[in-house]
């Protein structure tokens, strides 16, 4: 197969282009942090193509797909990995910034990469879009706010991808973590604080990117006639609350 794998250089995505590669696919890498995908294609050789653009510039991201030399044009998989969390805070008094950020990342971003590949899978009526979406689409949880709607919109938006694509052999699956560790997740959400980031993770044995990787390539590996439509993963550490009913004291 040739996979696109979008957010490369860390994370799910490196995890995955590591394995893809490792099974006998070819990868097509894609991230803003150039250095990264050069260290990742020195490691993994000609079964890797660095294209280094970063997903929130749709511009760039057009301009990068439409370079790819001809034997890599033949895409199999997309793999729309790419995605973040900003902030923890409650929603009044959460940055707007952040908001846009996520946004223009977790939706724009991949919509737009969806736009551009979907049409190459559809004529050649063959293919895969596995989208991560993740727990918090399904769960409600105080200061998941944007983040939550946008990885929403990521489950509700391959649910119809698949109507929509109802009558041709183009596969779409939507994946849904829960609780990763070994991922620059958390220190991103919190900005950097490391110490915090770390917190979230102690005592807990957590979902490595290497075993959420063996699961989306799972996925992407079984026969085309099998469509795995949503796939939601969590450590068996963590579940999903009760709901809270507020009392006041009087």
């Avoid at 250089?9 to 590669?21: K, M, Q």
């Avoid at 009558?167 to 779409?172: M, N, S």
Wanted: glycine share 6%.
């Amino acid at each position: 197969m040739l996979v696109l794998v979008t957010g490369a250089s860390a994370g799910f995505g490196r995890a995955l282009s590591i394995e893809l590669v490792r099974r006998g696919h070819r990868v097509i890498a894609c991230a803003r942090r150039a250095e990264r995908l050069q260290a990742l294609q020195a490691e993994l050789g000609d079964a890797l193509y660095p294209l280094h653009f970063d997903i929130q510039d749709i511009t760039a991201m057009q301009a990068a797909i439409h370079s790819l030399p001809a034997a890599w044009q033949d895409i199999d998989v997309l793999i729309n990995n790419a995605g973040l969390a900003l902030g923890l805070d409650m929603a009044q008094e959460a940055q707007l910034d952040d908001w846009l950020q996520m946004i223009d990342t977790n939706i724009r971003g991949l919509a737009a990469m969806t736009n551009l590949i979907l049409p190459r899978l559809v004529k050649n009526n063959r293919g895969h879009i596995i989208n991560l979406s993740s727990t918090a689409a399904n769960y409600a949880y105080p200061g998941s706010n944007v983040y939550g709607a946008s990885k929403a919109f990521v489950k509700q938006f391959s649910l119809n991808l698949r109507a929509d694509l109802y009558g041709t052999a183009v596969r779409v699956s939507n994946i849904e973590p829960g609780l990763i560790s070994g991922t620059e997740f958390s220190a991103v959400r919190f900005h950097g604080d490391q110490a915090r980031a770390d917190s979230v993770y102690q005592g807990v044995q957590n979902i490595s990117p290497e075993e959420m990787a063996d699961i989306i390539i799972w996925c992407a590996e079984l026969p085309p006639h099998i469509n795995i439509n949503r796939l939601e993963v969590m450590p068996t550490a963590q579940s999903f609350a009760g709901l809270k009913v507020y009392k006041s004291e009087t």
